[in-house]
């Protein structure tokens, strides 16, 4: 059982940023953020190999987001620049202790509570 606490979000002016972190309770495979807007579904935002370092991104925040990594503190960190109104939603910290895909909803072992980001125009 992992355990995953976020914090970081907010309520913001749209071409602001925010950080959002997220700490495991222990090892993990990997690493990712989801995201779900109200009435929409559940989807993925960016996520990081532990050991390769490689992320991924959604096309709808590359070149805004960036997600990096502590392994040492098994921390995980979602910059987000020029944010936009289209970016508030409910932001999921989510990880798997054996090899998968932090991309994949369906593969994700554990999830953190959310924390709520906002950007009003």
């Known amino acids: 059982q992992v355990q995953l606490v976020e914090s970081g979000g907010g309520s913001v002016q749209a071409g602001e940023s925010l950080r959002l972190s997220c700490v495991a309770s222990g090892y993990t495979y990997c690493m990712g953020w989801f995201r779900q807007a109200p009435g929409k579904e559940r989807e993925t935002v960016a996520r990081?190999?532990?050991?390769?370092?490689?992320?991924r991104y959604a096309d709808s925040v590359k070149g805004r987001f960036t997600v990096s990594q502590d392994s040492a503190k098994n921390m995980l960190y979602l910059q987000m620049n020029s944010l936009q109104p289209e970016d508030t939603a409910m932001y999921y910290c989510?990880?798997?202790?054996?090899?998968?895909?932090?991309?994949?909803?369906?593969?994700?072992?554990?999830w953190g509570q959310g924390t709520m980001v906002t950007v009003s125009s």
């Open positions: 990081i190999h532990r050991n390769s370092g490689i992320t």
């Open positions: 989510a990880v798997r202790v054996g090899s998968g895909n932090c991309g994949i909803s369906s593969d994700i072992e554990f």
